[in-house]
């Protein structure tokens, strides 16, 4: 089941002068992939954490296909995927795999599960224990877990961060068509413009922070979306324009830095 994500008039302050998210109006489509990207410490996990109902806003409101974040929390309709993978360390991959399915009351399938390990590159590694995976292993296995459950909204948080450059290429072709097919909605935070635009619907591109909206783009490319394409002039000329925004976000910032 494909949601919509609205955010109107969010805003986060953290202590009394901490301004981390000024008051932005946001709307996700349904079924959508949207990437979020800006500066590194400019707000875009806070705003992730937001709209997973794990952070509360200083002020505005998050609905969720009509309801608060904590109630597709509470549905199990939601699952996030953090740079810090935050396995259970005595279980294994597979184990880990059951328990979100188990507190997201899903049934388990099996032979599903195992193929979900095989697709994100950790076929033999089943019944490993996260202490004998790497970094980037144990992010594979968080995003299996995420993906388990089937959520109508996926969060993922820089998901391919820890993983080695050829494994990211092959993770971001093969891993949207299972939210595509089953038109989950996606927001994604990642410090890669290329990956941003090889994976998005929409690129959002925010400001220093406090994060504010610099710049809305549609990617408009055929999917689904090969390697190749990012040696395309329709693929590097929304690169381009995506580094443009990041450039003049910088820029519009220094003056306020040396006031």
Do not use: Y
Not at 15 to 39: K, M, Q, S, Y
Not at 76 to 84: C, K, M, P, Y
């Amino acid at each position: 089941m494909s949601v919509p994500v609205v955010c109107i008039g969010v805003a986060k302050t953290f202590g009394a002068t901490v301004e981390a998210v000024r008051p932005t109006d946001l709307a996700f489509t349904a079924g959508h992939t949207t990437a979020l990207v800006g500066p590194s410490g400019c707000g875009k996990s806070t705003l992730l954490r937001m709209i997973a109902g794990l952070e509360e806003p200083t002020s505005g409101d998050i609905s969720i296909g009509g309801q608060p974040p904590a109630e597709t929390l509470r549905r199990a309709e939601l699952a996030i995927a953090f740079q810090d993978p935050s396995l259970l360390p005595w279980r294994s991959v597979r184990k880990n795999i059951d328990l979100a399915l188990d507190l997201a009351r899903r049934p388990k399938d099996t032979r599903a599960i195992d193929q979900l390990i095989d697709l994100v590159g950790l076929s033999g590694f089943g019944d490993a224990r996260p202490a004998e995976l790497s970094g980037g292993m144990r992010q594979r296995a968080a995003i299996a877990r995420a993906l388990s459950t089937q959520p109508d909204l996926l969060l993922l948080d820089e998901p391919f961060g820890a993983v080695d450059e050829l494994t990211r290429q092959q993770l971001a072709n093969d891993l949207p068509s299972i939210w595509e097919a089953r038109g989950t909605t996606t927001i994604l935070v990642t410090h890669s413009v290329s990956e941003a635009v090889m994976l998005s619907d929409r690129v959002i591109v925010l400001s220093p922070r406090p994060a504010s909206v610099i710049a809305d783009l549609a990617i408009d490319l055929p999917r689904p979306r090969s390697p190749d394409l990012s040696r395309r002039p329709e693929f590097t000329d929304l690169v381009d324009k995506i580094f443009e925004a990041l450039s003049r976000g910088m820029a519009d910032m220094r003056p306020k830095a040396a006031q």
